[in-house]
């Protein structure tokens, strides 16, 4: 595919994104997506693991790996939650046809994530009976954490930081990586309801406020329900933010090879709900409730304020 050939706008600082069939994304990432779109035929088995960037992909990624791999608890102390789970984009696709990762080692589920939307994917998700979880956050929420992870960005360059005014209207335009936001999740929402048994749709929020239910729900979702409320209660604690961002592994200022800009240890910062208030200008805040009730709300689907 031909780059130069695809709308372009400016992101941030002198990086640009490219839109391709409805969405924004870093140029870089065309390639790898179109072969995920064009050569990945997911197992019936397959999990796979659907978020907007910032969401709580890391979080979900620690879950569902410890609801699957009961017995690998040590896993999470010697692996970042990234390095179990990886994306079909970033990772199993980034380099060639054929993915990285062929087959389980076992009988077992294989494990991905994705940050490619849904109608994109629509023939790969429709044709498969894998399960898809789709996790989603507050709008404002999620803004707020792209804005500081994309910060840390510029550790070089502080003085080119990135105005979250800037940020602010990017977001609402849709032109952030994945984005439209609205779309990416409307997306998932409607094949949540076209295929219940298949994808189950989540919010942030929803697990903040009972991760104990909510782990167990993935559980018998996924084939895998407890019998101990220990078990439960253990992965839960396992998988909080205090404790992840406290291990070594998660600690860590390198940067995965498959993406250079962030640091491990980039992908745990407050993982508070309403952090937005912190930093959004009352205005913002009206701008984007207003298109978050213009986007959600008229079709029914009361979320995101
Ligand atoms: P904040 O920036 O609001 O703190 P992603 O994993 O999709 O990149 O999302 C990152 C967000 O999830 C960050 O939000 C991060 O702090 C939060 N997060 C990471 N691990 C978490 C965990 N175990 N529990 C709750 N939130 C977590």
């Known amino acids: 595919m031909d780059l130069s050939s695809l709308p372009r706008e400016k992101w ?11 969405f924004w994304f870093g140029p870089q990432r065309v390639k ?15 999990v796979i693991l659907v978020t907007f960037p910032k969401t709580g992909t890391t979080w979900l990624k620690s879950l569902l790996y410890s609801i699957l791999n009961r017995s690998s608890k040590h896993k999470l102390v010697a692996e970042h ?6 994306f079909l984009e970033l990772q199993v696709f980034a380099e060639a046809d054929e993915p990285l990762v062929l087959a389980a080692p076992s009988n077992e589920p294989r494990l ?15 044709s498969s009976d894998c399960k898809v979880v789709y996790l989603t956050r507050n709008p404002k929420d999620t803004l707020v954490s792209f804005w500081h992870f994309v910060n840390k960005w510029n550790k070089e360059n502080p003085h080119q930081s990135w105005s979250l005014d800037e940020a602010t209207d990017r977001f609402c335009r ?18 949540s309801l076209k295929k219940p048994e298949n994808v189950m749709f989540v919010t942030y929020e929803e697990i903040q406020e009972d991760p104990h239910g909510y782990v167990k729900k993935l559980g018998d979702f996924l084939g895998c329900p407890f019998g101990k409320e220990d078990e439960v209660d253990e992965i839960v604690k396992n998988c909080s933010i205090e404790v992840l961002s406290s291990l070594d592994v998660n600690k860590s200022e390198k940067s995965p090879t498959w993406f250079p800009s962030s640091p491990y240890n980039s992908f745990f910062r407050k993982g508070k709900i309403g952090d937005y208030k912190n930093y959004l ?6 701008r984007i409730d207003t298109l978050t009730k213009d986007r959600f709300y008229s079709l029914g689907f009361m979320y995101g304020i």
Do not use: C, M
């Open 81 to 86: 939650p990234h390095e179990l789970i990886p």
């Open 32 to 46: 790898p997506i179109k072969r995920v779109i064009n050569h990945y035929n997911p197992f019936p088995s397959d």
């Open 112 to 126: 991905f994530a994705t940050h490619i939307p849904y109608q994109l994917l629509t023939k790969t998700l429709e």
């Open 12 to 22: 941030w600082g002198d990086e640009y994104l490219v839109h391709l069939e409805g």
């Open 281 to 286: 200008s009352d205005e913002s805040i009206q």
């Open 174 to 191: 849709g032109v952030t990586p994945y984005g439209p936001y609205y779309d990416h999740v409307l997306g998932y929402k409607e094949l």
